[in-house]
């Protein structure tokens, strides 16, 4: 794909590292993925994989120590963002690229009203009247759906329900129309139908305003829904990444496989769902070689020793997974 | 794409890629050993408490190695570590170690001597305080806690203020009438119990015996209001004051004057406790409440429990200190830190040692406790424990 | 709102009831009666006795000295059986003595701790945050009266200042001045010992309540909006920390009262704290009871005018 002038951000064999008792924990373990201009791009995940780790490092926002980030690199509109001076880095939150975090019930602060937080965005970056302010914040929940913006304004976090809580962290990221949104697993906390409404909501938000979505989920629905990118992470590392078509259609790393065995679908109604056996193994503690193997139906024993290479599908389509394209190989020659 | 980039040196070898699963006691001493000012504490508080068993055993008995009454007044006020003068005392009289280490006071005892004793006071007075303390606080944040949500019925009131005015007038002499009244109260309440056994309804004119008033938590909780509207320094001087000199008196008092905050916060692990699946499930499975109380909530509220004992065995010496230091502690001949300190504050200028010796002992004793118990309670914060 | 105020009063009034009944029990049953102050003193003749026990009510039952005695605390007739001076006015007195060392200790204890507890926290595990631990515990643990003869030991063999009293005797014809100079001078010692403990305690309390508030998501978010780092401390994170010293800020209030025994004993302060040891000294009860009725009631009122002061700062609660 001939887009490479149009990449917003790159992150690069990334590597945050937790230091504290005991062994050293590769929460995020040589992570690479990119995002385009105006591109919706999915991390997914099982919980604990390094999501969070990742969104929070691309800003800056990982208290070090603990974490350390051993190794990488993350370009932003071609500039690196970890070599960055302090203050620029602050500039550029918030403004260019804006976050909406995974919890709306704790992430807005109790004691000051919803308008003034969100105002306090766009007083952070630009200078302008208090009464222009005012107005945007007016606009901005207007945008995300909050019926009667004007009163609601003034209006404590504990007012607010949780998917009134999440647009307005919504709006808030918005406040200065950012080239980028990190959005944390915005819909996890919420119930279905809210779910859905919060979905739409930024579907039509990003086409409104050109932006770009990092969508940080664990829910391949979701994905379907909104992605036009996918990488699959697994353990710290992307084992698979393609197209959503791809990903959907033609998924040829077992760990994607295995989630898409577990989506719930039309077909396999009544049916009992699969699930993953075993569990995510804790990041200080990963086994060796390909740190699926222990939960992998299709494991040899060559899995066990050496970390497997993205192989190449084509079409940007890369999976994690020498032994699928082995097969893969081998059953074209077949057929051959 | 970079793609190979990783490490080979993946840890982790056993199977589960899940960390190793230590027990609470090892992880906390785990944690511990990594908390430097906590294990200083906690080494210091072992030493002391070795000191103030040694200096038990040779202060006391009747002819003790280290004599900490030994008069001699031709040696007073001698600095720390002089020699005595051999010539004008009686082979008997020389201290044991040769030299006054401490130096000696304005009657010519020896103050390592007197310290030594004290050491044992001010550890059994700490000690005997909190256990009063946190055993009034177990019980009664552990019952409002538990049953607090029961009803204290108006026939329970009842008995209670028969007895408190049975107790009021034994204390004005009039005997027949105190007799009368408890024999009422018991009889009353020995009834009811048979009644409550045989489930047949009360009688009409008796109904309102059974009449719920207040529950358990809000009496016992409206109590600590109570005791805690006392400036403790105040009420626990007022009390020693009025009571006859003994260190036993002042132990008790310390015990009973400080129980409020450890009976809250009993009660507020009970109450989550009682929340936590494991009761629930405990209560399920027809386990008596003795039994969960025992067996499955104690162990787990223990841990703080503890950690606000250690502050309190602190604040109990400092407490102790301070009231021999104004003559209210324990009485003459005992030696105990605080009034060595205030025997000697008349010296200051001529013989710092006798304000220093002890002051700078209390201020190790109680650091070492406090280190050690604000260490234990950061240990023990789950939110700190869980990223390990 | 009203009917909280109203409930929490009310219960408050319970509770100062039994304060009451409590301490005039311990008092009244404690051995030894208050008549008997000094067998061997000549003063106490057995007819002095007899008249202090009918002047004072000591031979009614127990529950009419009780009434009586409260009613002469509520009328202001109540007198000290030392001196028969009222004890009201002998409170008053000393209160005014006690109030400059309380309000500077005071101030001093609030302008400490804040700035100390909350750098310590911004600058965890840092050397700061290490030392003033470490200090807050020095100080949390060192015995009131031996820091005061450490520092009285300084003060007077460095710097050749008068400290004992209120101010040094004989100063009163020297020019004003001077009298500032001096009065401030003896005003130092006693209120900075005051302040040492109380800036320990606060200072480490609000070095943790900012350690907690830092962590939370919405400080996160905070940061993430891009604001600077003064904007997420002081703005953001103090104001969610200072919730629960507004509680502490009525607690300041019994502290009027109290004074420090020890304190103004070693430097001759004649305030509160040592009206009430001369007068556990001497079993003078009625001035006893009556500051411990008053100290008993301001802890009362604290309690009331911190619920108050929550819901005002706190928008979460609301009645
Ligand atoms: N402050 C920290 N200290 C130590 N380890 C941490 C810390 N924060 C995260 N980790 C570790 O990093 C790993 C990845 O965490 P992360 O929050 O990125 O997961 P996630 O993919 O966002 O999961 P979820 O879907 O539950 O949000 C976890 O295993 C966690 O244990
Ligand atoms: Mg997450």
Request: with cysteine; proline share 6%.
């Amino acid at each position: 794909m001939g887009r490479s002038n149009d990449i917003l951000l790159a992150v690069e064999n990334l590597k945050v590292h937790f230091t504290g008792d005991g062994p050293v924990a590769r929460a995020v373990d040589g992570m690479d993925f990119q995002i385009h201009r105006r591109e919706t791009v999915c991390i997914v995940g099982e919980s604990g994989c390094g999501k969070t780790v990742t969104a929070l490092a691309i800003l800056g926002l990982l208290k070090q120590p603990p974490a350390i980030i051993a190794d990488g690199r993350i370009t932003f509109d071609g500039r690196s963002l970890l070599d960055m001076p302090a203050a620029e880095l602050r500039a550029l939150r918030g403004k260019r690229i804006a976050m909406v975090f995974q919890e709306p019930m704790t992430s807005l602060n109790p004691v000051f009203p919803i308008g003034d937080q969100i105002g306090e965005a766009v007083l952070a970056h630009e200078r302008v009247s208090e009464v222009a302010v005012r107005r945007r914040v007016n606009q901005l929940l207007d945008d995300v759906g909050i019926v009667d913006p004007q009163r609601r304004l003034g209006d404590y976090p504990h007012q607010l329900s949780g998917g009134q809580r999440q647009r307005v962290m919504i709006a808030m990221a918005l406040a200065c129309e950012p080239d980028l949104i990190i959005a944390d697993e915005p819909t996890t906390a919420l119930d279905v139908t809210v779910q859905a409404q919060i979905l739409g909501l930024l579907k039509k938000l990003k086409q409104e305003k050109n932006m770009a979505i990092q969508y940080i989920t664990h829910d391949l629905g979701v994905v379907a829904a909104i992605a036009d990118q996918v990488y699959v992470m697994y353990a710290g590392v992307v084992v698979e990444q393609g197209t959503t078509g791809i990903i959907f259609g033609n998924a040829r790393h077992p760990y994607t496989v295995a989630l898409l065995n577990a989506l719930p679908t039309k077909k396999k109604r009544g049916r009992r769902l699969y699930s993953i056996p075993g569990s995510v193994p804790h990041p200080a503690y990963r086994p060796m070689g390909c740190p699926f193997h222990p939960r992998c139906e299709y494991c040899e024993p060559s899995c066990q020793n050496a970390f497997p290479a993205l192989c190449d599908y084509g079409k940007g389509h890369h999976a994690r997974c020498p032994i699928l394209f082995a097969a893969r190989g081998r059953a074209e020659e077949t057929r051959a | 794409m970079a793609t190979t980039a990783n490490p080979v040196d993946r840890m982790g070898t056993d199977e589960t890629h899940m960390p190793p699963s230590r027990s609470p006691w090892a992880e906390t001493w785990h944690l511990l050993c990594k908390n430097r000012m906590a294990l200083t504490g906690l080494v210091i508080f072992l030493v002391f408490f070795g000191v103030a068993v040694a200096g038990l055993t040779v202060t006391s008995g009747k002819d003790p190695i280290l004599d900490p009454a030994r008069v001699r007044l031709q040696e007073k006020l001698r600095p720390p570590f002089s020699a005595p003068k051999t010539d004008s005392l009686r082979s008997e009289e020389l201290p044991a170690l040769g030299i006054y280490i401490l130096g000696t006071d304005d009657l010519g005892r020896d103050v390592f001597a007197r310290m030594l004793q004290g050491a044992w006071v001010s550890l059994t007075v700490g000690f005997v305080a909190v256990g009063i303390a946190v055993g009034i606080g177990i019980l009664l944040g552990g019952i409002s806690g538990y049953y607090g949500r029961q009803y204290i019925q108006s026939g329970h009131i009842l008995f209670w203020l028969l007895l408190v005015l049975a107790i009021v007038l034994a204390f004005q002499k009039i005997l027949s009438a105190a007799a009368v009244l408890l024999i009422v109260a018991i009889a009353g309440w020995l009834w009811k119990k048979r009644h409550d056994r045989r489930v047949s309804p009360l009688p009409v004119c008796l109904k309102w015996i059974a009449l719920p008033t207040m529950q358990v938590d809000t009496l016992i909780m409206r109590a600590v209001d109570i005791m805690l509207c006392f400036p403790s320094f105040f009420l626990i001087l007022t009390v020693v004051a009025l009571l006859p000199p003994s260190i036993y008196n002042i132990m008790v008092i310390i015990g009973l004057t400080s129980w409020m905050g450890t009976t809250r916060f009993v009660r507020a692990e009970f109450l989550s406790l009682r929340e936590q699946d494991f009761v629930a499930a405990a209560r399920a499975l027809g386990i008596s409440d003795t039994r969960i109380i025992f067996r499955h909530i104690m162990p787990n509220a223990v841990a703080p429990v503890l950690v606000s004992a250690t502050l309190g065995i602190a604040s109990a010496m400092l407490t102790e200190a301070g009231l021999s230091f104004l003559g209210f502690g324990v009485p003459p001949p005992h030696a105990t830190w605080g009034n060595i300190l205030s025997d000697g504050k008349a010296f200051i200028f001529d013989a710092p040692w006798l304000t220093f010796a002890p002051g700078v002992a209390i201020l190790i004793v109680v650091l070492a406790f406090n280190l050690f118990g604000e260490g234990m309670r950061d240990i023990l914060n789950p939110k700190l424990r869980e990223r390990n | 709102m009203l009917a909280f105020m109203g409930r929490s009063i009310i219960q408050k009034v319970v509770t100062l009831f039994f304060v009451s009944v409590i301490s005039f029990l311990i008092i009244h049953l404690a051995p030894g009666e208050p008549s008997q102050i000094d067998p061997l003193n000549p003063k106490f003749t057995p007819e002095m006795v007899e008249r202090m026990r009918t002047e004072f009510n000591l031979d009614k039952p127990l529950h009419v000295q009780y009434m009586l005695f409260y009613k002469n605390l509520f009328t202001g007739r109540i007198v000290s059986w030392r001196d028969n001076q009222p004890v009201l006015g002998k409170i008053w007195e000393r209160f005014l003595n006690s109030l400059p060392l309380f309000v500077v200790g005071t101030i001093l204890t609030w302008t400490f701790s804040f700035p100390v507890g909350i750098r310590s926290a911004i600058m965890r595990d840092g050397v700061y945050d290490k030392s003033a631990t470490f200090l807050a515990y020095l100080l949390i643990s060192i015995p009131g009266f031996f820091f005061a003869y450490i520092l009285i030991i300084l003060v007077v063999t460095e710097l050749h200042v008068p400290v004992i009293g209120m101010e040094t005797f004989g100063v009163t014809s020297a020019s004003p001045l001077v009298r500032i100079m001096d009065r401030t001078w003896h005003l130092v010692l006693p209120s900075i010992l005051g302040a040492t403990g109380g800036v320990a305690v606060l200072s480490r309390y609000v070095r943790s309540q900012m350690l907690e508030i830092i962590g939370q998501d919405y400080v996160r978010t905070a940061w993430a909006k891009g604001l600077s780092s003064e904007t997420v401390y002081y703005k953001h994170a103090l104001r969610n920390a200072l919730l629960p010293f507004v509680t502490m800020f009525g607690m300041i209030l019994p502290g009027l009262i109290g004074g420090s025994v020890i304190i103004e004993s070693i430097f001759s302060w004649p305030g509160m704290g040592r009206m009430a040891y001369e007068a556990i000294l001497g079993r003078d009860y009625p001035v006893i009871l009556t500051l411990n009725f008053i100290t008993a009631a301001l802890v009362l009122a604290g309690t009331l005018i911190s619920d108050l002061l929550y819901m005002v700062v706190d928008p979460r609660i609301k009645l």
